[in-house]
Every structure is written in structure tokens, then in C-alpha cells.
């Protein structure tokens, strides 16, 4: 019987198409079978994903280069909105429930009313390399899953490494599938234990210092001149400086907004090349910018995170800051009118609502021990304290230093033994209890701590299960110091 041509074209097509379709199906079973193999099951039912440490080292390279500045509009994801107080009152809810926290460990801030933890997680020291990256992560991770909703950074913290860390801690924290929800470093695996909302949790940041050329360059281009940077080339808090710097910080972390956004060192840096009334003036201008940032929901509030000088020395000092005429300031700044409104619900919804300043009960206690700010009124009401002046003008105090200085002798003349028994067992590394007596310093809204040393790390914590010493607790272990 005679061939058919055609008959032959179209079985050799058929042939070619099985061909086709079985590597197709082969190929996708590799898939389905490896996608598997990287998967495993926790508590029976959820599936998570684990990252070696060559895969979570090449994530940081990645976030890297996603906050490439040349390229950052391109790839950067911006995780959006900002931490509320309902949603942090929902955060404090669930660690009191799901991990044990101690309900006095948090506390709402006066003037916002956001429920924040009494101890948060600090950015600031470490090497500029890979390994602190990936330490200051996992302190981050472990920290808000055991009930700490507050993390604070700055531009200049490790050369801007600092915000890319605390950026990929919250990229972990927020992603809405399982990438990154379990991760291995070194043998030691840490899980986060819930997607969290950008809403529960209050980030930090800080501008003023020019760490890097790119933060100048951009300033430059947004108007800024030469001069503005101060002698040493490296300060500058004109509104294009912190504009540029806020650009920068929010690229770094992958956010829309900042919670909150300090001057840093403000009257540290300007003490000795401006005049007290030149001070305040640089301050008004700062702040009526940063007012306009928080219209454009690019910060919620603005403070002032302070060192050496500004509320921590005499108020005849050169640096010395009173904090009823800053906060005056920003009434103006915010066009709060002449009426002395210190509140929102009074119709004053200025944004100068926190101080940083360094508190340890053993070393730096001018906080709570010298009374050398006004109120409100005027001479004939007195002179108060920091915390009591903060406390009336709504002002909300974070303590940075909150081990001291280092200095392990001057910590010998706080009574631990002071500390109820019950409390003490469970702290017993020496810098843990300095920790858990300066969270518990009057007025102290929260102390921060930088902690990435694993061990340190699980030792800090303990203190979020207990509630901090109540006011003659305090007094008494701090009776010698």
C-alpha cells in the first residue's frame, strides 16, 4: 500500500508533541519534588521555608543592592503605613497572651498614646560587615517575638548599615509568604512567630550627621550649601539636609514612613559655634520642616535624641536646652496659635513628642535627680525635673546608655539584693539588672539597649516576663549611688 506524505507529517508532528509534553512534565515534578525537600512542617500544619547561611548572606546582598541608591526607585519595596495605637495596644494584648509578657512591661506614650514595651532594641555599635548584619537581624526577630515593639537606629549607625539591617529585620518580619519566616545562622534557628503588621511596630531613626558622601551630594542638590555642614564638614540639620537623610533612612528600611525622627546630638554639635538664641532659631527652622514631613506622612513625630549636653547640665550651661521652650517651638512650628495647647485633643497636634537622652541610675541620673527645667506658667511654679517636666508637656522619654558607661565599678552601688527575690533569680547577669532598674527609673518611657550577642540577647529578655520595681523598690536599690 502506498504511503501517504501527509499521513507521515502528521505522526512524526504527534511523536515530536509527546516529546514535548513529557519533558514539560518531567521538568515540573523536579520542581514539585525539590519544592517539597525545602519544605517541612511545624506543629503539623504550617509550612516554612529554612534559609542557610549562605542563602540569608546572599538576602543581605541582595537588600544591598535594592537600597542602591542609583537605583533605588526601581527596586526598593516600600512596606506601607505606620505604627497606631490600636494596633499597638493589639501587639502588647497578644505577647501578654501568647508568650507570657508582663502587662506593666508596657506602657502608653503620653501625647500619642501608643502602647509601647519598656525596653527596645538599639542599633548602634558593631562592625560594618556581614556577620553583625546578620546578628543585629536575629536580635531584632527574637526580640519582637518575644514581646519588644520598639527599634531604634540612626543614619550614621555603621556607616548607614545600621537602617539596612533593621530594613531587612522588618522585610522578615512583615512578608506575607513563608520567604525568610525561618532562617539557620550558624547552627541556631529563630522563627518568626506570626506575620506582624507594620502598625504594632515603632521604628526609630535619626538625622543630623552626614555619614556618607551620598547623603551630601543629595543635600547639595536639594539647595544645600557648603556652609550648612558646620566646620567639620559632617553636620547639618537645614531642611535639605534631613529631607535628604529621611530620603535615604526610608530607602534603607523599606518604609513609607518613620514613626519617629530625631535630631541627633542637635545641641552637642552647635553648642560651641552658635549662641543660645541661635540654637532655638535653627531649631524652629528644623521643625517647621519636619512638620511638613509629617504631612506628607513621611514621619509621624520628631524629637530630639541628646548626648552630653541639652537636658543632662545646668540650664546656665552653654548646650543646656529648656524643654518648655522647645516644645514651644514646635507649637509655633505646627501653628498651634498663642494658647499654651499642650495636647492634640487640646487642639495642638504638634510632633514634638519624644526626647532621647542617656538614663543609668548609676552614673547618669540627671534625669529624675536635678531639677533644672520650667513648666508651663511661668518662674512662679518652679524648677522640676526632666521626667516631671517631660511627663506635663507630654513629652515622652527614651533612655539610650542604659547600662551606664561601661564602667563596671560605678554599678557596684546599686543594691541588687533590694530587687524582690522572686524578680532577682530570674536576672542574674549583672547587666540585665542594671537593665531592669533603668526601665524602671521615673519617668522612663522606655530603655533601649543595643544587644546582638546571642546570649545577651536572651538574657535582656527575661526582663519583658517581669514587671519593673515600683517607685520605693527603685529608691532603694539606688540609695547608694
Not at 336 to 352: F, I, R, T, V, Y
Not at 371 to 379: F, H, M, R, S, T
Not at 463 to 481: G, I, K, Q, S
Amino acid at each position: 500500500m502506498k504511503e501517504n506524505p501527509g499521513q507521515n507529517r502528521c505522526l512524526v508532528f504527534l511523536r515530536r508533541r509527546g516529546k514535548i509534553a513529557f519533558v514539560v512534565a518531567f521538568v515540573l515534578s523536579i520542581y514539585i519534588v525539590s519544592s517539597i525537600s525545602r519544605s517541612f512542617k511545624t506543629n503539623g500544619s504550617t509550612k516554612t521555608r529554612v534559609l542557610k547561611k549562605s542563602e540569608w548572606n546572599n538576602a543581605l546582598i541582595q537588600r544591598r543592592n535594592e537600597v542602591d541608591y542609583k537605583k533605588a526607585e526601581t527596586h526598593r519595596v516600600v512596606v506601607v503605613g505606620a505604627a497606631t495605637p490600636s494596633s499597638t495596644t493589639n501587639f502588647r494584648d497578644d505577647a501578654v497572651k501568647v508568650v507570657g509578657a508582663h502587662s506593666h512591661h508596657f506602657r502608653k506614650s503620653p501625647g500619642t498614646d501608643h502602647v509601647l514595651s519598656s525596653i527596645g532594641i538599639g542599633t548602634y555599635l558593631g562592625d560594618k560587615d556581614t556577620k553583625t548584619d546578620i546578628l543585629v537581624v536575629d536580635a531584632i526577630v527574637k526580640s519582637v517575638n518575644a514581646g519588644i515593639n520598639v527599634i531604634d537606629t540612626a543614619s550614621n549607625y555603621r556607616k548607614g548599615k545600621g537602617e539596612i539591617s533593621v530594613g531587612m529585620a522588618l522585610k522578615h518580619l512583615f512578608a506575607e509568604d513563608d520567604l525568610g519566616v525561618e532562617y539557620k545562622v550558624d547552627g541556631q534557628m529563630e522563627k518568626r512567630r506570626r506575620k506582624y503588621q507594620r502598625s504594632e511596630i515603632f521604628v526609630s531613626t535619626k538625622a543630623g550627621f552626614v555619614a556618607t558622601s551620598e547623603m551630601k551630594s543629595r543635600a547639595l542638590e536639594k539647595g544645600a550649601s557648603s556652609a550648612d555642614f558646620g566646620p567639620e564638614g559632617r553636620y547639618c540639620i537645614t531642611p535639605e539636609c534631613i529631607e535628604a537623610s529621611l530620603d535615604i533612612s526610608l530607602e534603607r528600611m523599606g518604609l513609607e514612613t518613620v514613626d519617629l525622627l530625631y535630631l541627633h546630638n542637635f545641641a552637642e554639635k552647635l553648642w560651641n559655634v552658635l549662641t543660645k538664641e541661635q540654637m532655638y532659631s535653627s531649631l524652629k527652622i528644623a521643625f517647621e520642616h519636619l512638620e511638613i514631613e509629617r504631612q506628607k506622612g513621611r514621619i509621624q513625630f520628631y524629637g530630639l535624641a541628646t548626648f552630653s549636653k541639652s537636658f543632662r547640665i545646668s540650664p546656665v550651661e552653654k548646650g543646656a536646652l529648656d524643654l518648655n521652650r522647645v516644645v514651644g517651638i514646635a507649637q509655633e512650628a505646627a501653628k498651634c496659635g498663642a494658647k499654651h495647647a499642650l495636647s492634640k485633643k487640646n487642639g495642638c497636634d504638634h510632633g514634638m513628642r519624644f526626647v532621647q537622652l542617656p538614663v543609668s541610675p548609676h552614673s547618669m541620673p540627671e534625669m529624675y535627680t536635678k531639677k533644672w527645667q520650667e513648666l508651663p506658667g511661668g518662674n512662679n511654679r518652679g524648677l522640676h525635673t526632666f521626667s516631671d517636666a517631660a511627663l506635663e508637656l507630654q513629652v515622652g522619654i527614651f533612655s539610650s546608655k542604659s547600662l551606664g558607661t561601661g564602667n563596671e565599678k560605678k554599678s557596684q552601688c546599686l543594691n541588687f539584693d533590694k530587687i524582690p527575690g522572686q524578680i532577682n533569680s530570674v536576672l542574674r547577669h549583672p547587666k540585665t539588672q542594671v537593665l531592669h532598674v533603668t526601665r524602671s527609673s521615673p519617668g522612663i518611657m522606655c530603655a533601649l539597649v543595643g544587644q546582638k550577642d546571642p546570649e545577651h540577647v536572651i538574657s535582656n529578655l527575661k526582663t519583658v516576663h517581669l514587671p519593673p520595681l515600683d517607685r520605693e523598690e527603685f529608691y532603694e536599690v539606688v540609695a547608694n549611688c
